[in-house]
């Protein structure tokens, strides 16, 4: 029935339907990712006026240095951070929500509205806030005995971006979080409670459990956010600082390649992000397709 | 099971104890707290910054200094010309490219429609330095087409419009075509009413992604023209300008406010397309 369906005259049409959004991904993936990879290899000598193949060099001289290592521990810190925290809060919030009755529709807008705000202005915010001098979290924290600056401080520092970032966050994993609680069948919970278990232990059994896919999605998709979509709110608050312990990598990337002008170190770590990206995304799909399955 | 009551009664977990919504309200408090203190700062004269008063004077004019200390007009306009730029060419190139992948036949589309999930995650932050150099060599630099064509080509838009383009009966496809239809009557009067709600969810993820963006504008624009909001607001309250924290308050709201009405007026649609763009 279906064998051959020559749906459209002309050969031609499919490649000119797809002319644009291969146009635009050549000029702006294909050719950036081929350059980066390129010039990952090579370096440029101190005038930028030549440059030789120095093979993987670039790379072994990041994988030596003490400032990229350290970037690497400090955005995975950030990222596992921030992950739990965002995470385990909007489980929190959602698991209330879910058994709310009433007010449920101004809670949900209340806690949707932090996704509308850009992370460099979720940044700005939290910058006054937590500002030592004038903000007004330090204030309080001082009535209690806590000098609180991160402009000294690096683990203070670490802790105002981790807030910062899942904070925005938290709206995001929220919706899912509700919308997963929601699917479960109230009959299950019934049934439990019925055994007599508590709430507690209901949640453990039978919620949590349930929940695994959404919380296994939420998951990659808050690494990916941490690492990579993060940068207007380091930019507006810590600027990777105080002594780079709040540098995450594609800060780095971004201080190195226009700060420092280093291109062939900046390449390299380009291609290394890109890696990343390229298996946090196989994860991804390979946990979609087992999803759609399931 | 060693539990001394034989079952829970029932309104244990169908309504919740007047406790719980307390609690859940002061959860919802604290973590709502950022944008409330901005609030007070903004509508308050600033020697109230840290003092509380429930009668302190409201006052409009930190958003008046912070309209005449930058030009937020022309920020308005220009984030406005961006996410109305960069949706309209995203809803011409994914669909073109969805309705391809979804209905044609051509050698090497799944080598191709890879190269586009792949992107799903390469943001332009992970190749900034390469692709500022090829905005450079184009001339488009400071432009807000700069800030928007590289997204042009969104792998989430093809993604999400070749699924919807695959669920779609080919009967409908083959009545259009008896009635004398080419392709792009075929596209515009079949296929795009009928994915409908895919471009609104799809729509409102762009709108508010693009609204919000920061790296990319912030590197490619460096004048008052191209820059979008975010970037504007960055360049305002950078800490070393010395602003007053009030006036930067006032800004930050400025900038946030059309969202943040959107997200009140569209509340179930937005929800709805976050969930609908996440899972698919």
């Given at each position: 029935m279906q064998t051959k369906r020559m749906t459209f005259p002309g050969r031609w049409l499919p490649f000119a339907l797809l002319a644009p959004q291969v146009i635009v991904t050549l000029i702006f993936f294909i050719w950036p990712a081929g350059q980066a990879l390129y010039q990952s290899l090579l370096r440029e000598d101190a005038f930028g006026l030549r440059s030789t193949f120095v093979g993987l060099e670039n790379f072994a001289r990041l994988f030596r240095d003490g400032s990229y290592l350290n970037s690497m521990s400090v955005t995975a810190i950030f990222a596992v951070g921030t992950t739990?925290?965002?995470?385990?809060?909007?489980?929190?919030?959602?698991?209330?929500?879910?058994?709310?009755?009433?007010?449920?529709?101004?809670?949900?807008?209340?806690?949707v509205w932090p996704y509308a705000i850009a992370p460099a202005i979720a940044g700005v915010l939290w910058w006054f806030i937590f500002n030592p001098s004038i903000g007004i979290v330090p204030y309080m924290l001082e009535m209690v005995g806590y000098q609180w600056n991160h402009r000294n401080s690096g683990s203070d520092a670490m802790l105002l971006v981790i807030l910062a970032a899942a904070w925005k966050q938290i709206s995001y994993n929220f919706l899912f979080f509700l919308a997963g609680l929601q699917s479960i069948p109230q009959?299950?919970?019934?049934?439990?409670?019925?055994?007599?278990?508590?709430?507690?232990?209901?949640?453990?059994t039978i919620i949590f459990p349930l929940l695994s896919p959404t919380t296994f999605f939420l998951m990659v998709v808050n690494v990916v956010y941490a690492m990579f979509d993060t940068f207007g709110i380091i930019h507006a608050t810590t600027q990777g600082g105080p002594a780079q312990s709040t540098n995450i990598l594609v800060y780095k990337v971004y201080a190195d390649g226009f700060v420092g002008l280093n291109l062939g170190s900046s390449a390299a770590q380009s291609v290394i992000l890109m890696v990343i990206v390229v298996v946090l995304t196989v994860i991804q799909f390979r946990f979609i397709e087992r999803r759609v399955n399931y | 099971m060693n539990t001394t009551t034989p079952y829970a009664p029932r309104d244990r977990f169908v309504s919740i104890s007047s406790l719980e919504t307390v609690a859940a309200w002061l959860l919802a408090i604290i973590w709502i707290f950022p944008l409330l203190y901005a609030f007070w700062a903004a509508f308050h004269p600033s020697e109230f910054m840290v003092n509380f008063e429930l009668f302190a004077p409201l006052t409009l004019e930190n958003f008046a200094n912070a309209w005449s200390q930058a030009p937020f007009a022309r920020y308005y306009l220009n984030t406005f010309a961006l996410v109305t730029g960069v949706v309209i060419g995203q809803f011409v190139v994914c669909t073109l490219a969805a309705f391809a992948f979804a209905r044609f036949p051509i050698p090497g589309k799944n080598v191709l429609f890879m190269l586009v999930l792949i992107q799903l995650f390469v943001f332009p932050e992970v190749l900034i330095v390469e692709n500022y150099r090829?905005?450079?060599?184009?001339?488009?630099?400071?432009?807000?087409?700069?800030?928007?064509?590289?997204?042009?080509?969104?792998?989430?838009g093809i993604f999400l419009l070749r699924q919807t383009f695959k669920t779609i009966p080919r009967e409908l496809e083959d009545a259009a075509r008896i009635e004398g239809c080419n392709w792009l009557e075929i596209l515009w009067k079949v296929y795009v009413p009928l994915a409908k709600p895919t471009y609104l969810a799809y729509g409102l993820v762009s709108i508010s992604h693009h609204w919000n963006n920061f790296i990319?504008?912030?590197?490619?624009?460096?004048?008052?023209?191209?820059?979008?909001?975010?970037?504007?607001?960055?360049?305002?309250?950078?800490?070393?300008?010395?602003?007053?924290?009030?006036?930067?308050?006032?800004?930050?709201?400025?900038?946030?406010?059309?969202?943040l009405v959107a997200f009140l007026l569209f509340q179930r649609q937005f929800v709805q397309s976050f969930l609908r763009a996440g899972i698919r």
């Open positions: 739990l925290v965002s995470m385990s809060v909007a489980l929190l919030l959602a698991s209330t929500v879910n058994r709310m009755i009433r007010s449920r529709s101004t809670y949900t807008t209340l806690l009959s299950l919970i019934e049934a439990a409670s019925i055994d007599g278990a508590s709430p507690f232990k209901r949640f453990w | 090829i905005a450079s060599e184009l001339g488009l630099i400071n432009t807000i087409t700069g800030i928007g064509l590289p997204y042009v080509a969104s792998a989430l990319w504008p912030l590197v490619v624009t460096n004048s008052v023209e191209s820059r979008p909001l975010t970037v504007g607001l960055g360049v305002f309250s950078a800490p070393e300008t010395g602003v007053n924290w009030a006036t930067v308050s006032a800004a930050t709201l400025l900038s946030i406010a059309p969202l």
